[in-house]
C-alpha cells in the first residue's frame, strides 16, 4: 500500500512543481518504489523538470480513459530506476480528470509503488481537488510573503474539509510546511517574513527551508531535478527534507545568514 | 548588538507588518472557514424580521456559528435601540 504525498500551495509560482521533482527523486533515493504525477492537465511541466519530456507517449488521462496502460504511460527515470513519471495531458482541459478516475488509477499505482507523489496545479479548482483528495500527507511548499502565506492557509482549510479522509471521518492528513526561496539576509534586515513568523501564522510543523538558489534554474534549465545536485544549498536542503520526512534527525539548516568577510567582523553573534 | 545592528534603523519593518496583518486575515478567514453557507442569507432574513418590529441597524444582527467536537452553536445576538419600547407606550 502506497503513501501518497501532495504537493501543493494554491498560489503559482512557489516551487510545486521544483518540489515533487526534488522530494520524488529522493525518495527513490533512498530506494523506495517511489510515482510522481502532473495533475496539471493542460499545462503540464513536470516532465520539463524532471527531463523526459521528449518520452512522453501516453499520459494520465489517457490511463484514466483506458486509451493506454498505466506501464505504458510510466516513464521510467534516467538517474534513478526506482523513479517513475505520470505526465499530465497536454491537449485536453481539467474537466478531463474525474474523481472515480484518479481513485482507480491511484488504487492501482497503490499496489506497485511505496509512495505517491501529487504534483498539484495552482489555484484551487478540479486539478488541485483532485491532486489533494487520496492525499495522506500534504507537503505546503509557501514563501515567505503575503499572498503565499494566506493561499496556504487557504489550502490547509481545504485539505482539512475536502479530502477523502475528511469525507470519511478518518485520521486527518499530515500536513507539513515547506519554506521555500528563503533570503536569510532579507530576513536579517527585515525585508522578509522569517521562519518562525510562518509558522506562528500557519501553526504548521516545519519539514524544511529551502534557500533562494541559483541552482534550481541551472537544474531546470538542464532538466535535472536539483536534489541531484548534492553541492547545491538547495538540493542539501531538499536531501534533508527527504531524509526527515523519513523520519531521520536532522537540524534546520539555511535558517541563518552566510557571514561575508564584513559580516563576520562587524556582525555579532 | 552587533555595529551593523547599530545602524539599522528602529522603525517597524516590512515583514512585522507583514506578519501582524496575516495574522490578523488568517485569524479571520480560520473562524469563518468552517461556518455554515446559508449564514450570510439567514442574517439577512432575519434581520427583515426584526425591522418589521423594531427599527434597528444594519449591524444590529451578529449570527456566530461556532463548532466543537461534539456539539454546534448558533450564537444570535440582537441589539436592541436604547428607547425603542418607550416609543410604544
Redesign the interface.
Given at each position: 500500500m502506497a503513501r501518497i504525498i501532495v504537493v501543493t500551495s494554491g498560489k503559482g509560482g512557489v516551487g510545486k512543481t521544483t518540489t515533487s521533482a526534488a522530494i520524488s527523486m529522493g525518495l527513490a533515493k533512498k530506494g523506495f518504489k517511489t510515482a510522481v504525477i502532473d495533475f496539471d492537465v493542460g499545462l503540464r511541466n513536470l516532465d520539463l523538470i524532471m527531463g523526459c519530456e521528449r518520452r512522453v507517449v501516453y499520459d494520465f488521462i489517457n490511463v484514466m480513459n483506458g486509451e493506454a496502460n498505466l506501464n505504458q504511460a510510466l516513464i521510467r527515470d534516467k538517474h534513478c530506476d526506482q523513479l517513475y513519471i505520470l505526465p499530465a495531458s497536454q491537449t485536453r482541459d481539467k474537466d478531463a480528470l474525474s474523481i472515480e478516475g484518479v481513485g482507480k488509477v491511484l488504487e492501482e499505482l497503490s499496489k506497485d509503488f511505496q509512495y505517491i507523489v501529487c504534483d498539484s496545479p495552482a489555484g484551487i479548482e478540479k486539478g488541485a481537488h483532485l491532486a489533494m483528495y487520496f492525499a495522506d500527507d500534504a507537503f505546503i511548499v509557501t514563501n515567505p510573503?503575503?499572498s503565499s502565506?494566506?493561499d496556504s492557509?487557504?489550502m490547509l482549510?481545504l485539505l482539512a474539509?475536502k479530502s477523502r479522509r475528511a469525507e470519511r471521518n478518518e485520521e486527518p492528513i499530515k500536513e507539513y510546511l515547506l519554506l521555500s526561496r528563503y533570503s536569510p539576509d532579507r530576513?536579517k534586515?527585515?525585508?522578509?517574513?522569517?521562519v518562525k513568523?510562518v509558522q506562528?501564522?500557519?501553526s504548521l510543523h516545519l519539514l524544511g527551508v529551502i534557500p533562494e538558489s541559483k541552482s534550481v534554474l541551472n537544474a531546470s534549465n538542464s532538466g535535472v531535478p536539483v536534489i541531484l545536485d548534492e553541492k547545491s544549498d538547495a538540493g542539501q536542503a531538499y536531501a534533508d527534507i527527504v531524509a526527515r520526512y523519513l523520519g531521520e534527525e536532522k537540524p534546520h539548516r539555511f535558517i541563518d545568514e552566510k557571514k561575508g568577510l564584513f559580516?563576520k567582523l562587524?556582525?555579532?553573534? | 548588538m552587533s555595529l551593523l545592528d547599530y545602524f539599522r534603523s528602529n522603525k517597524a519593518s516590512s515583514a512585522s507588518v507583514a506578519k501582524e496583518r496575516l495574522q490578523i486575515l488568517v485569524a479571520h478567514e480560520r473562524s469563518s472557514r468552517n461556518q455554515p453557507s446559508y449564514l450570510p442569507q439567514l442574517q439577512k432574513e432575519l434581520l427583515e424580521v426584526v425591522r418589521k418590529y423594531i427599527n434597528v441597524g444594519q449591524d444590529a444582527i451578529s449570527v456566530n456559528f461556532e463548532q466543537d467536537d461534539d456539539q454546534e452553536i448558533l450564537e444570535l445576538n440582537i441589539v436592541l435601540p436604547d428607547h425603542h419600547t418607550n416609543k410604544k407606550s
Open positions: 510573503e503575503v502565506v494566506r492557509d487557504r482549510g474539509s530576513v534586515l527585515g525585508e522578509m517574513l522569517s513568523d506562528e501564522i500557519l559580516g562587524f556582525g555579532g553573534k | -
